[in-house]
């Protein structure tokens, strides 16, 4: 079993920034992929960032320039500095670790940017 630690939500005005973490402990195998989706209100979880074990980047378009998602590996642990952000960047925000196509989520944390 995988159990995901989320940390850095909370509100901050447009242009702000905020800084995402999040550390998997358990049973992971070296060869794994790591990220944050978002869920908006009334929307779907989608895709923001995500980081393979050598270092392969991946990003919503929406975020590009803005957010840069970077991991330590000896410790599982991904990192997320959300620049510049912005209204529509608001949501839940959900670690997430995939690893032998298995897939485990974090509790999620809410990211709010106000206008």
């Known amino acids: 079993q995988v159990q995901l630690v989320e940390s850095g939500g909370g509100l901050v005005q447009t242009g702000g920034s905020l800084r995402l973490s999040c550390a998997a402990s358990?049973?992971?195998?070296?060869?794994?992929?790591m990220g944050w989706y978002r869920q908006a209100p009334g929307k779907q979880r989608d895709l923001v960032a995500t980081?393979?074990?050598?270092?392969?980047?991946n990003y919503a378009n929406s975020v590009k320039g803005r957010f840069n998602i970077s991991r330590s590996n000896d410790k599982n642990k991904v990192n997320l500095p959300m620049n510049n952000l912005k209204v529509k960047d608001t949501g839940v925000y959900y670690c997430?670790?995939?690893?032998?196509?298995?897939?485990?989520w974090g509790q999620g944390t809410q990211v709010t940017v106000s206008s």
């Open positions: 980081i393979t074990t050598d270092r392969k980047t």
């Open positions: 358990g049973t992971i195998f070296n060869t794994n992929l």
């Open positions: 997430k670790i995939r690893s032998q196509n298995i897939s485990f």
